[in-house]
C-alpha cells in the first residue's frame, strides 16, 4: 500500500507557472505507475498525465500536451507535474495517483491509490 501526498497547487495568474509534487510513502513508489488528475467544479475527474515506473515513458492530455511535463524521482519517491503557460481552465483540483498493473492510461478506476488533492486556481 501507499500514501499519496499532493502539494505545491496555489493562485497564479495565466501564462505563470506552477510545480506540482507529489510525495509517496509506504511502499516504495518505484513499485507504481503514477499519474496526474484534475477536477474541476462540476466536472468529471480528468487525466491530465502519467508516467511509468522507470520515468522512461509518459502520455499527456491533449490539453496539456507541450505545457506540462510529468517526472519522478524514486529515490525520493516523488512525482512531479511541471506545469507551464497555465490556463484559467486550468484551474482544478490536482490529484495526484497510482497504479500497481502497470496499467498508464487514462481512465482514473484504473488507478488504486489517491491523494487528496492539492487547489490550482489560474486567474485571467
Known amino acids: 500500500q501507499v500514501q499519496l501526498v499532493e502539494s505545491g497547487g496555489g493562485l497564479v495568474q495565466a501564462g505563470d507557472s506552477l510545480r506540482l509534487s507529489c510525495a509517496a510513502s509506504?511502499?516504495?513508489?518505484?513499485?507504481?505507475?503514477m499519474g496526474w488528475f484534475r477536477q474541476a467544479p462540476g466536472q468529471e475527474r480528468e487525466f491530465v498525465a502519467s508516467?511509468?515506473?522507470?520515468?522512461?515513458?509518459?502520455n499527456y492530455a491533449a490539453s496539456v500536451k507541450g505545457r506540462f511535463t510529468i517526472s519522478r524521482d524514486n529515490a525520493k519517491n516523488t512525482v512531479y507535474l511541471q506545469m507551464n503557460s497555465l490556463k484559467p481552465e486550468d484551474t482544478a483540483v490536482y490529484y495526484c495517483?497510482?497504479?500497481?498493473?502497470?496499467?498508464?492510461?487514462?481512465?482514473?478506476?484504473?488507478?488504486?491509490?489517491w491523494g487528496q488533492g492539492t487547489q490550482v486556481t489560474v486567474s485571467s
Open positions: 508516467i511509468t515506473r522507470t520515468g522512461s515513458s509518459s
Open positions: 495517483a497510482a497504479n500497481s498493473d502497470g496499467y498508464v492510461g487514462f481512465q482514473p478506476r484504473r488507478y488504486i491509490y
Open positions: 509506504g511502499r516504495t513508489s518505484s513499485s507504481y505507475t
